[in-house]
């Protein structure tokens, strides 16, 4: 059974970084795709970034420039590390995976983690 793990979320001012890791456990073969995802209270999920399996990253626009997607040599941690944190980039932010799909759309990823929170003060 693959499981995926987030750990590093905290409380932070504005300007101040995190480093959010996503441990993967279980059956890792082919996933393609990973991914961070964020909900923000009352807002919908959306995708922050993703990282292919050739190491193709791809961001949303309002994080282009502060944050950074990455993985181990392993493929079996995955990264993000926030930097030049807002208010708004408060949120529970999820790890996902996918077999086959590589995008912004959450109903096609294949295996998610429990979340962990960020909460930036201004």
């Known amino acids: 059974q693959t499981q995926l793990v987030e750990s590093g979320g905290g409380s932070v001012q504005a300007g101040g970084s995190l480093r959010l890791s996503c441990t993967t456990s279980?059956?890792?073969?082919?996933?393609?795709?990973r991914a961070w995802f964020r909900q923000a209270p009352g807002k919908e999920r959306e995708g922050v970034a993703t990282i292919d399996g050739d190491g193709v990253t791809s961001y949303a626009d309002s994080v282009k420039g502060r944050f950074t997607i990455s993985r181990d040599k392993s493929g079996t941690t995955l990264y993000l590390q926030m930097n030049s944190l807002k208010p708004e980039d408060t949120a529970m932010y999820y790890c996902?995976?996918?077999?086959?799909?590589?995008?912004?759309?959450?109903?096609?990823?294949?295996?998610w983690g429990q979340g962990t929170q960020v909460t930036v003060s201004s």
């Open positions: 279980g059956y890792t073969y082919s996933m393609y795709c």
């Open positions: 996902a995976a996918a077999h086959k799909y590589c995008g912004d759309v959450d109903g096609k990823y294949n295996y």
